[in-house]
């Protein structure tokens, strides 16, 4: 009993001090109340693994996890390198481009949509436990046959949200293109592909999360003596909780920064959308 009052009393100092921040709705007070937050999980966390003697192979504590992300840098990097950079974003390119150009040949054609559609919905619904051995199978152990996974996790859901932005278009611009007589390619260029770009960073951002876990579980099913998958399957094995939580940190900044280049490339590019002068209001 004595041992949860430090942590109660951190729990109720840390969520005193977020209540009187969040109410003054600053710049500063926006980045400091996740920060706060994010911190006091932490050291709760920290605080819960020491006063309670937590076994490391049950839960690590931060600094152990800390400690070996540190002493593991080397191979974390490796890791990243063949996960990440290879399997996860090679697939991701891929599997965009791949969805942007049916996506364009579905608002050509309608037999396209009736047919192409229904399929691709069958395919996302795939499980990946499923697919990856044969794309092992297929592509071999090495990053191709992780990024081929990723290529089919991503596929879909970049492909509705390109359908839809190309769709997005009202009847009275449509018919204003063609009273200039402008051909399918000019209209596509100039009105339909700049009103698809909020849908289409919407399937982008969504799939930056959905490229690292298809990498990372695919490698699980067939992997050179490298990689995140790899590691952590290895690392249970040998009971090695620390180096599988050093894994998991670098997999969540990786997919963090990932996620936050794409979010920046749309504010660059869909600058005049409401939705971008909205957030910098």
Do not use: C
Not at 157 to 178: E, S
Not at 204 to 220: C, Q, R
């Amino acid at each position: 009993m004595l041992n949860a009052l430090p942590i109660l009393a951190v729990w109720l100092g840390a969520w005193g001090l977020n209540t009187w921040l969040s109410r003054l709705n600053t710049r500063t007070t926006r980045i400091l109340v996740p920060l706060i937050f994010g911190v006091t999980l932490l050291l709760l966390w920290e605080m819960i693994v020491r006063l309670y003697a937590v076994p490391s192979v049950i839960l690590p504590a931060p600094s152990q996890i800390g400690a070996s992300f540190v002493a593991n840098r080397g191979i974390l990097w490796g890791d990243f390198v063949q996960t990440i950079l290879k399997g996860a974003l090679s697939g991701w390119i891929i599997g965009s481009l791949a969805a942007i150009a049916t996506a364009i040949a579905i608002d050509r054609s309608p037999f396209l949509q009736r047919g192409l559609l229904p399929i691709g919905n069958f395919v996302a619904a795939l499980p990946i436990v499923g697919i990856a051995p044969i794309m092992v199978m297929w592509f071999g152990f090495d990053w191709q046959s992780k990024s081929a996974v990723v290529v089919v996790m991503v596929f879909f859901p970049i492909l509705v949200n390109m359908v839809a932005g190309l769709a997005a278009t009202d009847q009275m611009q449509r018919d204003q293109m063609a009273t200039w007589a402008a051909p399918y390619w000019q209209s596509l260029w100039k009105l339909r592909m700049p009103a698809a770009m909020p849908f289409l960073f919407n399937g982008l951002k969504i799939t930056t999360t959905l490229a690292l876990i298809g990498a990372i579980v695919a490698e699980f099913f067939g992997s050179p003596t490298r990689g995140m998958g790899f590691r952590i399957s290895t690392a249970v094995g040998r009971l090695d909780l620390p180096l599988v939580w050093a894994e998991i940190l670098a997999s969540a900044i990786a997919g963090t920064l990932f996620y936050g280049i794409v979010a920046l490339i749309e504010k660059k590019v869909t600058f005049w959308h409401p939705s971008q002068r909205a957030d910098r209001g």
